[in-house]
């Protein structure tokens, strides 16, 4: 099967669920980059509640593809991520284990999206025991003269829906808060963040 898909930043748990089911993932750096989406956003648990994590991109991006879109050179986005992680995450049982692989990610030295996003989904995929070969994928961007890429799983060529119910888990403060990065499942369980994943998981092809 096939998930197509634009890569996200630190995507959910139903990112995941879609594609540890896959045998390839198409990460679709040609498709449109949408504004206040998870594109360049992430959300994160902290003691008060919960944190978005932005990207900031360049002005004027309006009708890009993702793969065109540029990191703003302004402030110290990569500086801000890791604090929060570090303050949010730093007592977890993971942390100090995913957290190395992130970091050379969030750094200074990526002018575009992409260069970020993608490079992340591989790390997260190998701690998730994500076994489909991740691709990029060009697409066209909404608009553009070729028929865009669809988005979604596929089995040879039919549709498969995902219906993924992510159970409670145990996060770092009291509660459960639903529709986080998978870093916070990540830091909490670790290589089990598999399992929780797909054990709410149905597939049917459509």
């Known amino acids: 099967m096939v998930f197509s898909c634009p890569p996200d930043y630190l995507p959910e748990p139903r990112f995941w669920a879609a594609a540890l089911r896959a045998d390839t993932v198409q990460l679709v750096t040609g498709a449109q980059y949408v504004r206040q989406s998870r594109h360049n956003r992430a959300r994160v648990r902290t003691s008060n509640g919960t944190q978005w994590l932005t990207i900031p991109v360049k002005r004027g991006q309006f009708g890009r593809s993702i793969r065109e879109t540029g990191i703003s050179p302004e402030g110290d986005w990569w500086r801000h991520h890791t604090k929060a992680l570090r303050y949010n995450y730093g007592a977890t049982p993971y942390y100090e284990h995913l957290m190395p692989e992130l970091l050379p990610h969030l750094t200074r030295g990526h002018a575009m999206l992409s260069e970020v996003t993608v490079p992340l989904v591989r790390v997260l995929a190998r701690w998730l025991g994500c076994d489909a070969t991740i691709l990029e994928c060009d697409g066209s961007p909404v608009g553009a003269a070729a028929v865009p890429v669809p988005f979604g799983l596929f089995d040879q060529g039919r549709e498969v829906v995902v219906e993924a119910a992510i159970p409670e888990y145990r996060q770092a ?15 909490n369980h670790g290589p089990d963040a598999r399992d929780i994943i797909l054990s709410k998981t149905t597939y049917a092809v459509s």
């Open 173 to 187: 403060f009291e509660g459960h808060i639903a529709g986080l990065s998978v870093v916070d499942l990540l830091f």
